[in-house]
């Protein structure tokens, strides 16, 4: 009887705890960029190529991901020298669900100088009295001109062109319920390459990179180095010092996960807009005594960038800026009642497709189921 309890409480107990199990970082997705027809940066004397530096330092970290914690499926979008189109790697991380975008690159410059490693995310530029384009262009431009490769590369893409900084202009509302993820993801990378092979820290960055576009999860893209550096040009060139590096994005994953699945088990409830964000908690009943002080908003985005309320990402609306940590948090459609609020969001998500409903106290947000 006793041996009947027992198992009968484990299933009940296996059964409440699965939906927690499902909200854990179980599979990241592994981009080396370029490959095949496409190399990517070239080193001066022609013999170095990008593409291959991507793919073993991808397939290090998939490996140490894969024996170090077995509870995590990997994906990688290419595990040899063939060509993978900028749309189908996201379309091979939204397909497997992936919890994360792990997107790998090296640099380079025209001038020989440049070196260090730097880590990117979706958005705009993120150093303070520079507009999206002045900074980074020229990376961009390189990173996004694989497409040119591609066949009718004007509807798959949109009319997106790579050398029309006007084409970047849609991509900074793109990712914004992933924006803090994706940013916390970055620090840890850039906190564990510092004091590896490659010395040189050039810091995070907002940039238009058109492979995080469409990635339905947080997404990063980490250049390692700069090839067209000799230094860099040598860590990259050994066994050893690419193991390194490796083993350092493998420590920034980990550290990452840890907060991942802590936060996510603790403080995040899923709703059927499934945007609910890491450290939101969802909002709670309100009395009618309470009602005085709380609003009603729509976030349309965030980013770590403050703008002027008359910017045209805020195409006519007035918006509400509120300061949470590094972000900026933008909030349009504040009404003093839930239903006033509600009535817009339809319209308002015509323009900004992640916005979602959020609770306003003082300076703090919640998100409304």
Not at 338 to 366: A, C, M, N, W
């Amino acid at each position: 009887m006793k041996r009947t309890i027992y198992l009968l409480i484990t299933v009940f107990l296996t059964c409440i705890q699965a939906p927690a199990q499902t909200l854990r970082l179980s599979t990241v997705c592994i981009d080396p960029g370029h490959g095949g027809t496409d190399p990517g940066a070239v080193s001066k004397d022609g013999k170095s190529y990008e593409k291959t530096f991507t793919l073993d330092i991808a397939k290090r970290l998939s490996e140490k991901i894969n024996s170090e914690c077995p509870g995590v499926k990997v994906v990688m979008t290419r595990s040899s020298d063939k060509t993978v189109a900028l749309g189908d790697r996201a379309a091979i991380a939204n397909k497997a669900g992936a919890d994360l975008f792990i997107s790998i690159h090296i640099n380079s410059c025209p001038k020989t100088g440049p070196n260090g490693y730097s880590v990117h995310v979706l958005g705009q530029s993120s150093k303070k009295d520079r507009d999206l384009f002045a900074y980074n262009m020229d990376v961009c431009k390189r990173e996004n001109s694989v497409i040119l490769l591609e066949d009718d590369y004007t509807t798959t893409y949109q009319g997106f062109d790579p050398s029309d900084p006007e084409s970047f202009i849609f991509l900074q509302l793109m990712q914004n319920s992933n924006l803090e993820q994706s940013l916390d993801f970055a620090q840890s990378v850039a906190d564990k390459l510092k004091g590896g092979p490659i010395t040189a820290n050039r810091g995070i960055w907002q940039d238009p990179f058109l492979v995080l576009w469409k990635t339905s999860m947080p997404a990063v893209l980490v250049e390692l180095g700069f090839i067209s550096n000799n230094t860099d040009l040598s860590v990259l060139k050994s066994e050893k010092d690419r193991d390194k590096l490796a083993t350092r994005l493998f420590n920034a994953f980990k550290e990452y996960k840890a907060r991942y699945d802590g936060s996510l088990a603790l403080d995040v409830e899923v709703t059927d807009t499934a945007r609910t964000q890491v450290g939101q908690a969802p909002a709670k009943d309100i009395t009618p005594a309470e009602e005085s002080s709380v609003e009603y908003g729509i976030q349309i985005f965030a980013g770590s960038k403050l703008l002027d309320s008359k910017d045209k990402s805020f195409m006519g609306y007035k918006p509400r800026i509120i300061k949470s940590g590094k972000l900026y948090k933008y909030v349009i459609g504040v009404e003093s009642s839930l239903k006033e609020t509600k009535s817009h969001l339809v319209e308002i998500r015509k323009k900004y497709p992640d916005s979602f409903l959020v609770k306003i106290e003082g300076e703090q947000l919640s998100i409304v189921k």
